[in-house]
DNA sequence: TTGGAATATTACCGTTTGGTTGTGGAGTAG
DNA sequence: CTACTCCACAACCAAACGGTAATATTCCAA
């Protein structure tokens, strides 16, 4: 296998992106900036993802901290994108093995 | 966009995978378990990632619970192997976008 | 059977985390 | 200036987490 996590620098590093990602509230963050065309102000988030506004602030950081989410003010208001190709496939990568093992395991059920 | 996180149920499924990835310790586990020819034992797992015993065996739990990760217990020892392709996929995806980050903020400094 | 090696489990502790509430600051319109 | 909107931040609390130490449990060997 090839030397992915050489380095623990590099441990670090991706830990942290995998924690940001390890949690339902940012998740949905996420998933209201994927499925958003046009970017979303931080009001337009909590909405959108059911949260608090303080909330959504709060995770909105974290996600701009470990550099999912980029952070682009606008007069008054702030506007968010999800760094990209990055977080879609890293979606796409896990979305599509839960489904494939939820299929395989009700196939298995017949 | 694509309807990736369609559903609640599929928010904590792919929370809870990430999860279980980020942590430092568990990176460790699976950087062993992906560089190792051979499946390692728990002892070995622990070996290799620098992990006490008890330390070793609550985190490959979990890493098995989230499905990273397979048991096959062989006599008295367990052996563990990871699940492929997705962990090499997932390791393989972000350590290539900090690398990547890491060379142009590098660079940006020239 | 006795002993030892490999793993799982429990209890415990300090730290971190997710969420809420409340407050303050920056920007904008009237 | 005033009022309002949008956002960041601090304090706080309960819950979860990572780690350790000690204690089962299981299996194999002598």
Known sequence: MKPFLASDAMIDEVSCLFDAMGDA????????LLESKEPLSQGGVA?????????ASKHLACLVRVGLVTRSPEGNTV???????LVADLCELVCGHVSERAKASYQALT
Not at 79 to 85: A, C, E, G, I, T
């Open 25 to 32: 509230s940012r998740l949905k963050i996420l998933r209201a």
């Open 47 to 55: 909405e959108v993802a059911g949260l608090s506004q303080a909330n």
């Open 79 to 85: 506007f968010f994108r999800p760094v990209l190709p």
